[in-house]
């Protein structure tokens, strides 16, 4: 226990002026009586009284001694010393990403737990820590920015939804420090696998400490690449599955064609590996969805969606020498293929062909084309990690973590290139390895890499990009194909005016004004469709990232820092709101007193 203001005791002055009234009251005049038997009387009865009742003539005085007390601790702010957080500026971090929807129990999602946690802490500080409020999302956004009061911090805390993106700590922890700044602070993570490593890249140099939420069951099973090649009566689609779990699981396969069941299959899966399973002969749609059922507590990963190609394959003409894993890739997606030597062979392309070659002269014509890497170029080593841009729609479903690439074109200015306003996809060390854009009013693809240089082909997203790219140079029909959460696009739509925003259970969650707005993707991963005024139908998927298809959790620790602000256990938690109340009281019973006339 302490006092923040002990002068106020010098109040007890008042105390002893208060005992010295008492002491100067009203006084009897003597008085000469013809006798003092009765007097005696009196006296005696008064000696032979209850200490109580001797107590009762004294009661006013005690009673404004008890509140003019009760007033001076108040005033003193007495406080207690409790279990606290430490810091003068306390920043929470919370991971808004989609593995934070895996359930810790059969009611409480990780980010549901998480938010519980804030709460509890919140109601652990002191008037003097300020609070602010990261959610870490692709850009972290700031929810409360040093906030002293606590029941705004609590209701900001409630208010905190997922964005199912994949969460950048990195900048979050350099928006803390920026935060922290010539303050004492402590950083507080609630996340499910941030490690130890990712802190002291970011070197906060404040003590953190990380949450990180398991499951309630142990493992995970995920559909990790699907993607769907049609023909002319039929389809056939290629499904990758993981398990992630230390023991061998069985699932229940399901592919929908347009939302009808049109395969099922219960796959055995391997402890830690991944299995590919290929359907053939399932009816043609505008959409497809794989959909596993398996009792996991990572229900978003159990689901995939992929989208038909063009009703008519486009003729493919591979020009020169091409790679055997891309040539095999492309016949098994069932395209009709011409192959030439010379680009000058190629003289009156099919309509809604794409030409395939790693001659740059091809960007001369008025098709869609794949560029591959010239092997006539000088090629530099590749030392850094290989980046591609969040959400982009040639690697929906291909997972990249695992690729390596040894070689790319040179970046000195002489790399033949498609066009000089082509988006970089995919890129090392500040290296371009991949670009897509226009040409002419043609979209292209074009590789900075040879195939040959890298171990893509054995990998099972090459077969997925492959349709992607065939995908985006071919053209959509009946949708919009795939966005990430939240994702802002212009939209090219036959009809203008207002859509509604429908999700795969028909219901209506949004409006988008095509004339007026860019469309924004809804957050939550599914299967959506715009619907006009004629109730024509356009769908779009909105996938997760596929860093969040892992729901392993890794585990908490805490590192600590160089701060000297106030420590956990210093907590201060006040009371004289209380004395305050009681002295109050006290006053309404000492008035009672004084009007019942209980006075000496």
Do not use: C
């Given at each position: 226990m302490g006092l923040l203001a002990p002068a106020f005791f010098g109040l007890s002055l008042f105390i002893g002026g208060l005992v010295i009234f008492y002491m100067f009251r009203k006084q009897y005049d003597e008085e000469i009586v013809s006798s003092n038997i009765l007097w005696d009387q009196v006296m005696n009865e008064r000696q032979a009284?209850?200490?109580?009742?001797?107590?009762?003539?004294?009661l006013l005085l005690l009673l404004q001694i008890l509140i003019l007390l009760l007033l001076m601790f108040a005033l003193a702010r007495p406080f207690l010393y409790a279990e606290g957080?430490?810091?003068d500026h306390v920043i929470f971090i919370v991971d808004s990403s989609a593995t934070m929807a895996a359930f810790t129990d059969e009611e409480t999602t990780r980010f549901g737990q998480a938010k519980a946690d804030m709460l509890e802490l919140a109601d652990k500080l002191s008037r003097e820590q300020a609070v602010s409020v990261i959610s870490a999302g692709a850009s972290p956004e700031l929810a409360v920015a040093r906030e002293f009061d606590k029941d705004l911090v609590k209701n900001q805390i409630e208010a905190l939804d997922l964005t199912y993106e994949h969460s950048n700590f990195s900048q979050a922890l350099s928006l803390a420090r920026a935060l922290s700044q010539q303050q004492s602070a402590s950083i507080h993570i609630f996340s499910d696998q941030v490690t130890?490593?990712?802190?002291?890249e970011a070197s906060p140099g404040q003590p953190v400490h990380v949450v990180n939420y398991d499951t309630m069951t142990e493992g995970n099973i995920a559909?990790?690449?699907?993607?769907?090649?049609t023909g002319r009566h039929t389809a056939e689609a290629v499904i990758t599955l993981k398990n992630e779990g230390g023991e061998a699981e069985a699932a229940e396969l399901t592919v929908f064609a347009d939302g009808v069941p049109s395969y099922s299959e219960t796959v055995a899966l391997p402890a830690g590996e991944e299995t590919v399973i290929s359907v053939e002969e399932i009816p043609n749609g505008i959409y497809y969805k794989a959909e596993?059922?398996?009792?996991?507590?990572?229900?978003?990963?159990?689901?995939?969606?992929?989208f038909a190609s063009?009703?008519?394959?486009?003729?493919?003409?591979?020009?020169?020498?091409?790679?055997?894993?891309?040539?095999?890739?492309?016949?098994?997606?069932?395209?009709?293929?011409?192959?030439?030597?010379?680009l000058s062979d190629v003289h009156d392309p099919a309509s809604g062909s794409i030409l395939v070659t790693s001659d740059p002269k091809v960007t001369e014509g008025e098709r869609p084309f794949l560029l591959l890497a010239d092997p006539e170029e000088e090629f530099a080593s590749l030392e850094g990690d290989i980046v591609t841009r969040r959400g982009e729609e040639l690697f929906e479903y291909a997972d990249l973590r695992e690729l390596y690439i040894s070689q790319a074109y040179k970046t000195d200015g002489t790399t033949p290139m498609a066009s000089a306003s082509g988006e970089t996809i995919m890129e090392s060390g500040g290296i371009p390895l991949m670009e897509k854009g226009l040409v002419r009013g043609q979209p292209y693809v074009q590789m900075f890499f040879q195939i040959q240089d890298s171990d893509w082909p054995l990998q099972p997203s090459f077969p997925v990009f492959v349709y992607n790219a065939l995908e985006f140079l071919q053209g959509e029909t009946g949708h919009l194909g795939y966005f990430s959460p939240g994702e802002s696009r212009p939209l090219q739509l036959e009809t203008g005016g207002t859509h509604r925003i429908i999700d795969e259970e028909g219901v209506e969650i949004g409006m988008f004004d095509r004339d007026e707005e860019t469309f924004q993707a809804p957050r939550e991963p599914g299967l959506y469709y715009l619907a006009d005024s004629e109730e024509q139908y356009t769908y779009f998927a909105v996938n997760l990232d596929d860093r969040e298809k892992e729901a392993v959790a890794a585990a908490s620790f805490s590192i600590e820092g160089s701060g000297n602000g106030l420590p956990a256990e210093s907590a201060r938690t006040e009371w004289w709101t209380w004395l305050l109340l009681a002295g109050f009281f006290v006053l309404v019973i000492e008035w009672e007193v004084f009007r019942r006339g209980i006075r000496t």
């Open positions: 009284s209850k200490w109580w009742k001797k107590l009762q003539r004294q957080v430490e810091g130890e490593d990712m802190i002291e559909v990790t690449t699907f993607g769907v090649s596993i059922k398996t009792e996991d507590s990572y229900a978003l990963d159990n689901t995939a969606f992929a063009s009703e008519q394959a486009s003729v493919l003409y591979l020009i020169g020498d091409i790679n055997p894993f891309l040539h095999k890739v492309l016949l098994q997606l069932g395209h009709e293929i011409v192959q030439a030597e010379e």
